[in-house]
């Protein structure tokens, strides 16, 4: 068993997707339009599993810790690129919030809970 996809709700699609797309490097997979032409979803390549940022017209539901339901994406990476994904989330419109041993925990522009982390790798 495999994970196929996760969703993120996003006010603004390409916005948002663009943001995932250039911070963690993903390639885009597929892009949908509502009828009208308007944007519906951007799919994102997560390396045998996609990311789906989807239009949403619904209020944030913000995390703080760990809250009920998805709360976090984390993205690995290599301990000698973490300072720069940082310094990319950031430059790109991410906050980063807290930095641990193993992980970095941010916000995307839209507020959802984003990490990097080497885990287990040693620093």
Same mark, same amino acid.
């Given at each position: 068993?495999?994970?196929?996809?996760?969703?993120?709700?996003?006010?603004?699609?390409?916005?948002?997707?663009?943001?995932?797309?250039?911070?963690?490097?993903?390639?885009?997979?597929?892009?949908?339009?509502?009828?009208?032409?308007?944007?519906?979803?951007?799919?994102?390549?997560?390396?045998?599993?996609?990311?789906?940022?989807?239009?949403?017209?619904?209020?944030?539901?913000? #995390?703080?810790?760990?809250?009920?339901?998805?709360?976090?994406?984390?993205?690995?990476?290599?301990?000698?690129?973490?300072?720069?994904?940082?310094?990319?989330?950031?430059?790109?419109?991410? #906050?980063?919030?807290?930095?641990?041993?193993?992980?970095?925990?941010?916000?995307?522009?839209?507020?959802?809970?984003?990490?990097?982390?080497?885990?287990?790798?040693?620093?």
């Amino acid at each position: 068993m495999h994970l196929h996809h996760l969703a993120l709700g996003a006010r603004d699609v390409a916005s948002l997707a663009e943001f995932y797309r250039r911070a963690f490097e993903l390639r885009e997979h597929a892009r949908h339009h509502h009828s009208d032409g308007s944007l519906r979803s951007v799919w994102l390549d997560l390396e045998g599993s996609l990311l789906m940022i989807e239009a949403s017209d619904a209020e944030p539901r913000p #995390v703080d810790g760990i809250g009920m339901g998805l709360f976090l994406v984390a993205f690995r990476v290599a301990v000698e690129e973490r300072e720069r994904v940082e310094a990319r989330l950031v430059e790109l419109g991410g #906050v980063l919030e807290t930095q641990g041993h193993f992980t970095s925990y941010a916000r995307d522009p839209e507020g959802n809970r984003v990490a990097i982390s080497h885990y287990p790798s040693e620093p």
